[in-house]
């Protein structure tokens, strides 16, 4: 099994509506980032926390909000989506041993709002 | 703004040569780390280089750092097919122990 899983992959909605995309982990590892890549403009950081009570803005945080229910998952919510919201999103995680934050990516999902 | 920025922005090759990436960035750094993308799936770590080293090796990969130039190569010997996917440095900034800022990336193509 994957150690990084995230649901769904792939998801279509509607300007308005919300949506949750879920990250699972089972790495035992603390610390879980929600990225977001536009084509052309790698990868961006929305969120990142370092445990279940620490949650940090990234560079691109505004219509987006985050949960961290346990450990091993983190939860990417948009309120009321809009399309230029449509973009591939990654949750990866790591657990900074030795100072090093070398971290591990799930699959994607990839989010059309239309 | 992006930290790092990868040269060239897409390369393409035949099976059997080497493959040179390059990264720049722009304030000083505690490491450097290099990442694969296949099409449309995850991002998977290739390699680190910590700012007080200046060459890493990991099978086929060379990785180099110049801390003075404030750049990073990423030489693939030997290219395969399979080797074909998006490459992107990633920099942690010295003085922080956390947020990878990623650069665009370069498109590897090794053509068969």
């Known amino acids: 099994d994957a150690d990084v899983t995230q649901t769904p992959r792939n998801r279509i909605t509607k300007t308005g509506k919300r949506i949750m995309l879920e990250c699972s982990q089972t790495?035992?590892?603390?610390?879980m980032y929600w990225y977001r890549q536009d084509p052309g403009l790698g990868l961006r950081l929305i969120y990142y926390?370092?445990?279940?009570?620490?949650?940090n803005k990234g560079e691109i945080s505004d219509g987006y909000s985050v949960s961290r229910q346990a450990q091993a998952k983190f939860s990417l919510s948009l309120e009321s989506a809009i399309p230029n919201q449509t973009a591939l999103y990654f949750c990866?995680?790591?657990?900074?041993?030795?100072?090093?934050?070398?971290?591990?990516f799930g699959p994607g999902t990839r989010l059309t709002v239309t | 703004s992006q930290q790092g920025e990868e040269d060239p922005q897409a390369l393409s090759i035949q099976e059997g040569e080497n493959a040179t990436m390059n990264c720049s960035y722009k304030?000083?750094?505690?490491?450097l780390q290099w990442y694969r993308q296949n099409s449309g799936r995850g991002l998977v770590h290739l390699i680190l280089?910590?700012?007080?080293?200046r060459e890493k090796h990991s099978g086929r990969l060379r990785v180099t750092l110049d801390t003075s130039k404030k750049s990073s190569s990423l030489l693939i010997t030997a290219s395969r097919a399979a080797d074909t996917a998006s490459y992107f440095c990633?920099?942690?900034?010295?003085?922080?122990?956390?947020?990878?800022?990623f650069g665009k990336g370069t498109l590897l193509t090794v053509n068969p």
């Open positions: 990866a995680t790591s657990d900074f041993r030795g100072n090093v934050d070398e971290q591990y």
């Open positions: 790495k035992g590892h603390d610390r």
């Open positions: 926390s370092f445990d279940v009570k620490d949650i």
């Open positions: 304030t000083s750094i505690n490491n």
């Open positions: 280089i910590r700012s007080n080293e």
């Open positions: 990633a920099t942690v900034l010295g003085g922080s122990n956390y947020k990878l800022t």
